[in-house]
């Protein structure tokens, strides 16, 4: 099938997430579509598989005009999206699964379905027995079932979503194998990723985006130094870094060893001094995420210690932590960080403590004044805090921080913000480091990451690199571990 | 006791089980697609005093089952109204129904509380009651026991064997996926919220039809045998056929504590009575042991033999709600 | 998006007036004069001073069982379990005066140490729930329901059991408890307590001064609205549902101390009399807010005592009340959905 994108654009409130993009693909090719956090990859593809009407802007498939209403019309019309998390029916037995959603008689007959599929995944060298249920296959499994399930109701075109995130290598090797097969009968394939070596190993041709826009299209053999300037732009001249004098060792993690759903961290080590800036780079769902929570006692690690200030906290509870001065500020403001329908001065008061039984608003009123003065905070005593732009949002949970910390975690400080607020919650995030305050924190802005660290960790797929000094290191060579690439030199240093 | 009165007695179990099965396996079929339906106490006694109304009315014992029907699934209709399209508390809503109905019930049965009405009656199929102990049984009793059979494999056969009923498992299940595969989630919600209540619905006129002759208002017996029906789709794992066992259960276990209360007095027979609740309460539990933290880590301490074995317990007690149930869907 | 504050009495007025229409349109399809059950319920309940304190003598449980209800909703409970936990009540403080009585103690300590027991019986029902949500995850609507029908079945058990009356066990309770025994009453005939009174109003105001002005009451808050960000900023939420249930179970027990002590004077089987589902309505129409609960309460304890004379009067069924007060309920919860359906919609997103 030839897929057109024409001038899709898509908005949602103040954010472009398509600004006018404008792609064509053919069929029996492969496109590999490369971007950073927040791009526009997903949103596109949203578009183009039906789970999102565009504002503006046509699909045309085989030169006919399409409207694609919903996830079902787009599968009637062949375009078929395998998710990163596939959408199947853990209780279900797989036959079932596939069945599900497809037209036919009242009783389906099972016994012809599994019988198809028996054949089908032979075809491709897959091992799924049809009686089998999905909550017992691995990642790679569901999404070969997924696969199947598409080109059984005659899927022409199949979008894939990051589907290397949590599959084993000959996993992986044997879905390429199938890409490649699928797209050498005629398919069209969108393979969607921020893996650098992925992309280039499998595409016949490979589009970046960046900030809603199509940044340019590369044919192979690729450069991979181009394609991560197309990501994530070109270098910025830096301002200088501020030499804070560093004290005594804050965060401990020795041989710590995680485990989540989609991945393992195995043996990370790292050692935080007081008012020192750890940047925790990578694409989202690479491990960062967890490893912040462990330093906080939100995840249990599997294996290995973490020590706060010399003491052993590896087993305490996230109360532990913060009684022993560590802060960790969640992404999700309004979600994890703050109380929908309590006031900025009742959110204060929760943060501050008790100071016995009765609460003294006079006086809370009055030291909530002055810490909204002292932040900046848009906003008066009584504002509800949904109510908050998502700038003031942030000051707010910096400010509903204890004064003398030792370490503040936080996960993407700047998500959203205009650049005024960003420069601000990193000024004070500075004074805090003056005092001795330690921070790690994690962002998908590589000029974030750059600009205010003092070493960089990079994270990929569960592998965690050695912290980086900040100052050698540049937007290309950040982008290139991001992606996956020249991680060989660290595994080179450790065998050595 | 002799072997006669003893099927007798079980004969008469399945019979008083009707509405027991009537009402769980119409709860299963709301709660497998995602919507609790907490008023089905108020729903039957409301469907048991209108189905009687209407059979008195048009002395039509058909009529009065519509109508019963009628009446579950408008109820039923609120609930699904409020909580799909207004996406208000489903416990909220379904609480307060439970409470009104019922009172409706009382209120408007009033003036026709205690008079004799049309009612139902044994049908023994000709043949098949012939049958040595199972025909007896099985075979000589009335068209809605026989419904109620024909109900539980109907149910079983369309949750399991047909298109519609694997979609009803995944809106239930995870709705985003079934509606990426083109389930209208909103539509069907309200569909199976509102089938189940006519189902449900049926329960009532059961009693007043059949079972308690009439309508008797506060000592009719009825009132409970919804919050039972929740209890017992709970205990019966959501699926049509173990929820119906639950039910005949239950149903034995009232029989059993009316006829040891007359050879053993020392036994309560309200130990009986309540059976269902903690047994529900039990499953509840070995639900969410599977997956409690402190189960866990109690699990990783014990030493290899004994932790395999209650792993191995623990997933085969394991009851799986669906994975939806109570929670709104929004589309993005 | 601020909504106009205008429009939420709006929709509620609407919602009163819907009720209103819906209850008389019921009244109508029996053939029974509207105008009349209101009149005849009107009176009923404040027609007399005898009615009258009838109507403080059921406004006291229902009160008590809705503030305890107000702390288990601010920190995101339904505690369906209610109506176990004054059962429950009922059940210790009747054995604690069984002990007591003919004893040395002097009754007036026997009473107060009896509410105390009923107190502790309470809140040991409820943490029963709790402790079933907190370590075995069970939804605390299906293992307060659970334990409801426990709760009875203890209580029937009892009085048809060990506490039986002496020859024929009787579906009026156990054996009255001596005058000695009984919470002081205005005169010898009536039922009514001005004590119980008091400790309702008490309870109420206990209950407003604990989540508006306390740190505890705030925290309740933080993990009722978002039990993630409040574990987050220090709050052991696992700890704030415990209390919760404890301090609701504590009210319910003194309810059904108060039953028995004040009222019935003995155990009987229908001893919670629905007073808890009816704190749960109660709850729901304030918007879990204390301060218009104790109006409400006082109302809907008139509609029920007000109502017991329809049946003697106007032929009519005493489940009126429960009509009335049920579809208040259900067209105010309606009105909130449509209006913040209207509101979304209307609205534009910042």
Redesign the interface.
Known sequence: MLIELRDICKTF?PVRANAGISIEVASASILGILGENGAGKSTLMKILSG??LPDSGSIILDGEAATIR???DA?ARGIGMLHQDP??????RLV?DI????K?????D?RRTAKEFRELASRFEFDLDPEAYVDALTVGERQQLEILRLLWLGARALILDEPTTGISLPQKEKLFATIRRLASEGMTVLFVSHKLEDVESLCDRAVVLRQGLLAGSEVPPFDTRRLIELMFGKEVPQSPHLRIARGGEVLSARGLCLDSLRLQIKDLDLSVRAGEVIGLAGMEGSGQAIFLASCAGLARPVAGSVRIEEREMTRAS??DF?REGVA?L?AARL????????TLE??F???E???????DRRSAEIKAASRIASYNIKGRPDSPVE?L?GGNQQRALLA?LRDDLSLILVEHPTRGLDIESTIYIWSKLKERCAQGTAIVFISSDLDEILQYSDRVIVFFAGKVSPPLAAESLGVEELGRLIGGKGWEKFEEAVRA | MSGDILFLGLAGVLASAGPVVFASIGEAISERAGVINLSMNGLILLAAMGGFAMALATKSVVLGFVAGAAIGGAVAGIVAFSSITLKQSQVAVGFVLTLLCRDLSYFLGNPIMGLPGPRISLAPIPFLDGIPVLGPLFFRQDVMTYLSFVLIAAAWLFVNRTRPGLVLRGIGEKPAAAYARGANVGRLRYLYTILGGAIAGLAGPIYSLSIKAGWKGTISGLDGIGWIALAITIFGGWSPVKVAMGAYLFALLQWLGLVLQAALPGVPSQVLQVAPFPLMILTLLFVNLGNAEWVATALARLPERPRRALARLLRATNVKPPAALGTPFEKD | MRDSPGLKPLFRTAAVVLALTLTTLVLLATKSPPLAAYASIARGAVGSWSVGSDVLVAWVPLLLVTSGLLVTFTVGLWNIGIEGQITSGAVFTTWALRSFQGGSLDPGLAIAFAVLAGMAGGMLWAMLVGALKTFGGVNEIFGGLGLNYVATAVNLWLIFGPWKRPGVASMSGTVPFGRSYWLPTVTEQSRFAPIAVVIAVVAIAVVFVLIQGTYFGLRLKAVGRNSRAAYLLGIPTWQYTMVSFAICGLFAGLAGAIQVTAVYHRLIPSISSGYGYLGLMVSMLVNYSAALAAPVALFFAALNVGSIQLPIILKMDSSLAGVLQGTLVLFVLLAEGVRSRVMKKGGSRP
Do not use: M, N, T
């Open positions: 409130g789970f999102q919903s996830p079902a599968l959408l199947d029916f853990p209780p279900l079932d069945i599900l959603g497809s036919g008689r009242l009783r389906p099972r996230h109360h913060k960790y969640p979600e994890e960080g703050l109380v929908p329908g309590l009742e959110h008061i929760l943060a403590g008790r100071r016995g039984l009765f609460i109510e732009s509903l």
